[in-house]
């Protein structure tokens, strides 16, 4: 029943870490702990509407079931202190994310999570945690939103790069347009963080530093998978703590 996406308990912990440093606060550390229950929720939820699509039902469906009634009755706690303890705009970022997790969630119902869009938008999706915490300290939209755009912009470059990575390492072949492509488009976000709202210019620079690393890394011997998650680690914590820092800097 835990998530078996390893890169994936770092892009979800990677918003809230960040919207912790800028804003922290009880309504902050209720929504990380939401974050994470909701991570972990997918999972068994995702097995019993699966099996529930498939008219069938196995030992693990129920164990699923009760795994999933057990996270959400978790969950919902979390968002109420979150509610009860935060400024009441931290809700507008979850709508705007509501339909990317909708698309997550039908790739996901049909057993294609693995898709790059449903990872993608889901990615993005959770990275408005980072917003949403800063909105319950009373924080600026604009700066909500400019650290949602270095979030996102992380998780445009990195999928995409580890997917081909990944292809390498198992000698599927693949070019590097896809990747490439995805760190022009991810430093494009940033700089539209930053001018559209009030993303750090060291965010948009970690992010130039990330896609820069990652265009270099696919022209180079394919490290092993284990190697690929740690530098995905490293580099995603390293984004969070130059913007962070630089969001809270006088």
Same mark, same amino acid.
């Given at each position: 029943?835990?998530? %078996?996406?390893?890169?994936?308990? %770092?892009?979800?912990?990677?918003?809230? *870490?960040? =919207?912790?440093? *800028?804003?922290? $606060? &009880?309504?902050?550390?209720?929504?990380?702990?939401?974050?994470?229950?909701?991570?972990?929720?997918?999972?068994?939820?995702?097995? &019993?509407?699966?099996?529930?699509?498939?008219?069938?039902?196995?030992?693990?469906?129920?164990?699923?079931?009760?795994?999933? /009634?057990?996270?959400?009755? !978790?969950?919902?706690?979390?968002?109420?202190?979150?509610?009860?303890?935060?400024?009441?705009?931290?809700? +507008?970022?979850?709508?705007?994310?509501?339909?990317?997790?909708?698309?997550?969630? /039908?790739?996901?119902?049909? %057993?294609?999570?693995?898709?790059?869009?449903?990872? !993608?938008?889901?990615?993005?999706?959770? =990275?408005?945690?980072?917003?949403?915490?800063?909105?319950?300290?009373?924080?600026?939209?604009? !700066?909500?939103? =400019?650290?949602?755009?270095?979030?996102?912009?992380?998780?445009?470059?990195?999928?995409?790069?580890?997917? !081909?990575?990944?292809?390498?390492?198992?000698?599927?072949? /693949?070019?590097?347009? $896809? $990747?490439?492509?995805?760190?022009?488009?991810?430093?494009?976000?940033?700089?539209?963080?930053?001018?559209?709202?009030?993303?750090?210019?060291?965010? &948009?620079? %970690?992010?130039? =530093?990330?896609?820069?690393?990652?265009?270099?890394?696919?022209?180079?011997?394919?490290?092993?998978?284990?190697?690929?998650?740690? +530098?995905?680690?490293?580099?995603?914590?390293?984004?969070?703590?130059?913007?962070?820092?630089?969001?809270?800097?006088?």
């Amino acid at each position: 029943m835990i998530p %078996s996406e390893h890169g994936g308990w %770092s892009l979800t912990m990677e918003p809230a *870490v960040l =919207g912790l440093i *800028v804003a922290p $606060s &009880v309504a902050g550390a209720a929504l990380t702990g939401a974050a994470v229950v909701a991570f972990v929720l997918r999972t068994p939820l995702k097995l &019993v509407l699966v099996d529930v699509r498939r008219r069938r039902r196995l030992r693990r469906t129920a164990m699923a079931a009760r795994a999933a /009634a057990g996270l959400a009755v !978790l969950l919902a706690l979390l968002v109420a202190i979150a509610a009860v303890n935060g400024d009441g705009a931290l809700w +507008q970022p979850v709508l705007i994310a509501l339909p990317l997790f909708a698309v997550e969630f /039908a790739y996901d119902v049909r %057993s294609r999570s693995r898709r790059l869009a449903p990872e !993608l938008l889901g990615t993005i999706g959770i =990275g408005a945690v980072v917003a949403v915490i800063v909105l319950a300290d009373g924080g600026s939209k604009s !700066l909500a939103y =400019g650290l949602w755009a270095i979030v996102a912009a992380r998780a445009v470059a990195a999928i995409p790069f580890v997917r !081909l990575q990944l292809r390498r390492f198992k000698r599927q072949g /693949a070019g590097t347009t $896809s $990747s490439d492509t995805a760190q022009a488009l991810a430093v494009l976000v940033a700089i539209a963080g930053a001018t559209i709202a009030e993303a750090p210019a060291a965010g &948009v620079w %970690s992010i130039g =530093g990330l896609a820069i690393f990652h265009v270099a890394a696919v022209r180079l011997e394919v490290p092993r998978v284990a190697v690929i998650g740690a +530098q995905q680690v490293v580099l995603g914590l390293t984004v969070v703590l130059v913007t962070g820092l630089a969001a809270i800097a006088p």
